[in-house]
């Protein structure tokens, strides 16, 4: 088997302060898909892409997805890094995309340096750009495979869905704060020092906080070191082990880890629309019905629509916070039934009542398709930013659940093949430093050394190839984006065939699409809604496995 040295840890005095150091790089992470998904779409649109064409770039999202987080999560399963198996990727990741984010704020001015011809420069700036942005996911994907990672393996089993809980609350906080830093007019707040636009502005925000937050992170954990792994004759020795070894666990993926990534599959058909496009939706949908003629003829029209998204998405914000802390009080943990929780006997009757009516993780995450389906059909009827806000405020909670619970299940999952949470399973705190638990098998505590020979037949608490599996659930997210993607070209190419008469005022009149028939990005919200409730019955198959 393999063999291990140390234990995991989190420094901190309670469980909240280790959850969120844990969890803390989520914000960064988060922080950078917002500032992504508000402003990367007008941008693109201002510098005279069409929609088609520019729904074409955020094949970005899904081929690095695709790619990046099963692969990463592989190779990080097997290193023997003397700092761990996923903080080294987490550091290297983030820096990496910090780079790359300050490329795309600046891609003018980097452009311009070389080519001084503002017209003859157009093209290059656009692939310049676009570049950027494949660069900016497939490093920040990177980040995301190994932190979700290091959530599993340090964190025994009873204690997944509170991790996932956290991760959560601190994505609904880096959402907030992305949303609420574009609803700032920041160059007026803080002049030009970190440039001249808002969204150069908030692209230096987002590289410094995901470098800060991933740091922090990086240094409260310590990571369990892997000595040397185990050799399985069924995989490859030669340059496509990392490949094979990700088939081969496709192939046999057990009966609920498949089902768990099937209703991902279809809720994530409609997500990937609403995250892409729905605030620029909201900017347009405010251009065409709401706004005056002198907010029409702004000087930075790209920074308007970004504002009006980013002030709906603020209230957005403030219900999935909230929801990031209620909701997990208020469902039922997955792993409920193998786990049994002593709370105060003062309060043990009055709970004892409560949790007879607290719904399972699983309902939770139906009502939550369906509430997003709900909400997203009317998408086509909005024809006011104020609706449009309601309907995207409606998937706060929705979305709260949407990326929390896929993460919770398959954790549980995870840990169970490695043996955990067995009726002979017991707890120990590290120290009394860190009272994150692990898990003794048969009441025995682990060595420091794991016997490379066996002895202690049992494998450890922590899932080995969770960088595995949570690649494999991440692949089951991109094909949907792929699919999206297809969609929304054809969508886009059909309805909107030209460019964007609320951002490209560079073009000529002639060049840009009309304004008559309903919004194509509407459209698209409408038929994600129609997978979405696909992926209630989807889901409901893990009720019956």
């Avoid at 497939?138 to 964190?155: E, G, K, P």
């Avoid at 150069?200 to 409260?220: R, S």
């Avoid at 002030?311 to 914000?317: K, L, M």
């Avoid at 105060?344 to 009516?357: D, G, I």
């Amino acid at each position: 088997m393999s063999r291990w040295t140390g234990q995991p840890s989190v420094v901190g005095s309670t469980e909240a302060m280790r959850m969120a150091l844990l969890t803390l790089n989520t914000v960064g992470i988060t922080f950078v898909w917002g500032v992504e998904q508000t402003y990367c779409t007008p941008y693109l649109l201002s510098l005279g892409l069409t929609k088609s064409k520019t729904s074409l770039v955020w094949i970005a999202g899904p081929l690095s997805g695709l790619i990046v987080q099963p692969i990463v999560g592989a190779l990080a399963d097997e290193s023997t890094s003397k700092w761990g198996r996923r903080r080294p990727f987490i550091v290297v990741g983030a820096i990496l995309s910090a780079l790359c984010l300050l490329t795309l704020g600046f891609t003018k001015e980097i452009v311009g340096y070389f080519i001084p011809d503002e017209k003859a420069a157009q093209t290059l700036t656009i692939s310049t750009a676009v570049m950027a942005i494949y660069a900016v996911d497939f490093s920040i994907n990177a980040v995301m495979s190994a932190a979700r990672s290091l959530v599993v393996d340090t964190l025994p089993i009873e204690k997944q869905q509170t991790g996932s809980a956290w991760g959560s609350r601190m994505s609904a906080i880096g959402h907030g704060i992305a949303y609420a830093t574009g609803a700032v007019d920041l160059p007026s707040l803080l002049g030009t020092a970190l440039g001249d636009t808002q969204f150069k502005q908030l692209t230096v925000i987002a590289a410094l906080g995901l470098v800060f937050t991933c740091g922090v992170t990086v240094w409260a954990v310590t990571e369990r070191i892997l000595v040397a792994t185990r050799h399985d004759p069924r995989k490859d020795d030669g340059g496509f082990k990392v490949v094979s070894q990700i088939w081969f666990t496709i192939v046999n993926l057990p009966p609920r880890i498949r089902a768990i990534c099937m209703a991902q599959f279809w809720a994530w058909i409609g997500w990937f629309p609403f995250l892409f496009y729905s605030t620029t939706w909201i900017g347009e949908t405010y251009f065409r019905y709401d706004a005056a003629h002198d907010a029409k003829d702004s000087g930075d029209a790209l920074g308007e629509i970004g504002r009006v998204g980013s002030e709906a998405f603020i209230i957005y914000s403030i219900i999935t916070f909230f929801g990031s802390w209620i909701l997990p009080m208020v469902i039922r943990s997955p792993d409920d039934e193998s786990y049994t929780r002593r709370p105060p006997q003062s309060l043990a009757s009055t709970l004892e009542r409560f949790n007879k009516y607290k719904p399972d993780l699983l309902t939770a995450w139906m009502c939550a398709h369906a509430t997003f389906a709900g909400a997203m059909l009317f998408a086509p009827f909005a024809t006011s930013f104020r609706f449009a806000t309601i309907l995207v405020c409606l998937c706060g909670l929705p979305w709260n659940i949407a990326s929390w619970a896929p993460s919770a299940f398959l954790g549980v999952e995870v840990n169970k093949l490695s043996g955990a949470g067995g009726p002979n399973a017991s707890y120990r705190r590290l120290s009394h430093d860190s009272n994150v638990e692990l898990e003794e098998m048969n009441g025995v505590s682990s060595p420091t050394l794991l016997d490379p020979e066996g002895s202690h037949p049992k494998p450890s608490t922590t899932g080995q190839l969770s960088g595995v599996y949570f690649g494999i659930l991440n692949i089951y997210t991109t094909i949907p984006q792929f699919i999206g993607t297809i969609l929304s070209t054809v969508i886009f190419s059909i309805l909107e065939p030209g460019k964007s008469p609320e951002l490209a005022h560079n073009a000529h009149p002639d060049e840009h699409h009309g304004t008559d028939g309903p919004n194509a990005i509407s459209v698209c919200l409408f038929i994600g809604a129609c997978s979405a409730i696909v992926a209630v019955f989807a889901t409901r198959r893990l009720r019956y496995l």
